[in-house]
């Protein structure tokens, strides 16, 4: 009996740990992303080759993260983690540095490919948990994420208010985060391969189950890029608002998003993820018609808001059912973080270019349209519903890498 109590005890720990990773990774995102204008002045870069150079990141980290399986096969779960996690704050400092655009993609590069195996080796410790405790974790894990982007953003914003050089504030913050992402990989699961288990491959296709979860992931992080990038222009120049109205609606949809995901897990332990996803997506539509249709700021903001919660849980609940869909989560997951980059990626560009070429209103209901796909493709997340046995005994099982 103590040796259970020992063991629940070592997973529930884990799962903080995991969680402190979730908010250091998104941390780093928040202090980049506030950031950029000074990047770009540093660099001296137009527009047009900044958006050029903000393309590397999704870049590195697709070509990255299927690294990161093997990473974890030779050094163990846990020490592959550290390392990973050590790159990827301490990459913060990078793109600060450069000082032309050749430089600047070169660390975007680094700075997405660090981001990527990071990420991949994260998602498949939280599936590790989730499985041990035999309840939903992923969706508060990814709402850490999201705390932890605006805890940095906040810092961010700070520096920028204060007039503060972003290397000096890279470096600091690099350091801060680097300490603590070291301190929180201490008490994560230290997965170890099986003696007799393969190395994964080097380069792999992900199996068909993963492409399938990884077009609902598509889906949704499509949505959200979209309105992310483009929900204060569409109040801005279609419904002619203020500037300060129009940006207090990309916060508000950033606040949504946070908020479900933090309350996600309880709804995805009481309906399961499929019924959670189709649910989401239907309400995710509702809000784009709002959006298209609206005539009124107000209505506008609450499209956008039901879109938030729409899609909030969609991409945590992907990684899980990756994480469960063959013999290889690394592999699994890698595959689907690379479909949702990839769509993260080509969003806002095409939100814009169908934009120039129509309207705003028709690229919101190109969003729409895919917001369907959630609701119509939501039962490949099968493998991430609760239809397993809690574990709860010590020795359940020994499990070969997961990172």
Known sequence: MTAVVHHQREVRRARYAVAAVFAVHGSVTGSFATRVPWIQDHASVSAGQLGLALAFPALGA??????????????????????????WT???????????????????????????????????????????????IMSGLHGMWSAGALIGSAAGTLAAHLGTDARLHHVLAAGVLTVLGLVACTWVLDLQPAEDEEPPPRFALPPRSALLIGAVGFCAVFAEGASLDWSAVYLRHQLETSAGLAAACTTGFTLTMAIARIAGDRVVDRYGSVRTVRAGGLMAVVGGLLVVLAGHPAVAMGGFALM????????????????????????????VATITYTSGLVAPSAIGGLAQATSLVVSFGLVTVLACGLAVFAGVLRAGDRDRPKITAPDAAVPGPRA
Do not use: K, W
């Open 62 to 87: 697709s070509l990255a993260m299927p690294l990161a399986g093997g990473i974890s096969h030779r050094f163990g779960a846990r020490t592959a983690l550290r390392g990973l996690l050590a790159l």
């Open 90 to 136: 301490l990459s913060l400092v990078l793109p600060a540095l450069a000082p032309n655009l050749p430089v600047l993609c070169l660390a975007l590069f680094v700075y997405g490919a660090s981001s990527g195996m990071a990420d991949v080796a994260m998602n498949a410790l939280g599936v590790e948990v989730e499985n041990r405790l035999g309840r939903s």
């Open 308 to 335: 938030g919660l729409g899609i909030a849980v969609v991409v945590p609940l992907c990684f899980a059912a990756a994480g469960r869909s063959g013999p290889n989560p690394s592999q699994a997951i890698a595959g």
